[in-house]
């Protein structure tokens, strides 16, 4: 049964930096591709980073190029995604994905 836990979340001013961490059970992060995805107020979910089985290509929106990293610990079966240089429009529910399979998110809040 595949499980995601999402956490990290929390009310930043705008420049400064978070890390999200999504824990994975019922699969291996390191031989899956996975993905983060946001959701601001009132709109739809947004595509923000993935990353391939293997690592080997991180993809991201352009409005998080060179911001956001995307990574993952094997060993602790966790995916990540540092993101600096936050800006108000970051601003919303993050969500981690495999498969279909979505976590239940953790809040994030870009303001002064």
């Known amino acids: 049964q595949v499980q995601l836990v999402e956490s990290g979340g929390g009310l930043v001013q705008p420049g400064g930096s978070l890390r999200l961490s999504c824990l994975a059970s019922?699969?291996?992060?390191?031989?899956?591709?996975m993905k983060w995805v946001r959701q601001a107020p009132g709109k739809g979910l947004e595509w923000v980073a993935t990353?391939?089985?293997?690592?080997?290509?991180?993809l991201y929106t352009d409005s998080v190029r060179d911001r956001f990293t995307i990574s993952r610990d094997n060993a602790k079966n966790t995916l990540y995604l540092q993101m600096n240089s936050l800006k108000p429009e970051d601003t919303g529910v993050y969500y981690c994905?495999?498969?279909?399979?979505r976590g239940q998110g953790t809040q994030v809040t870009v303001s002064s």
């Open positions: 994905e495999h498969s279909g399979a």
């Open positions: 019922g699969f291996t992060v390191s031989t899956s591709q």
């Open positions: 990353i391939t089985s293997g690592g080997r290509m991180k």
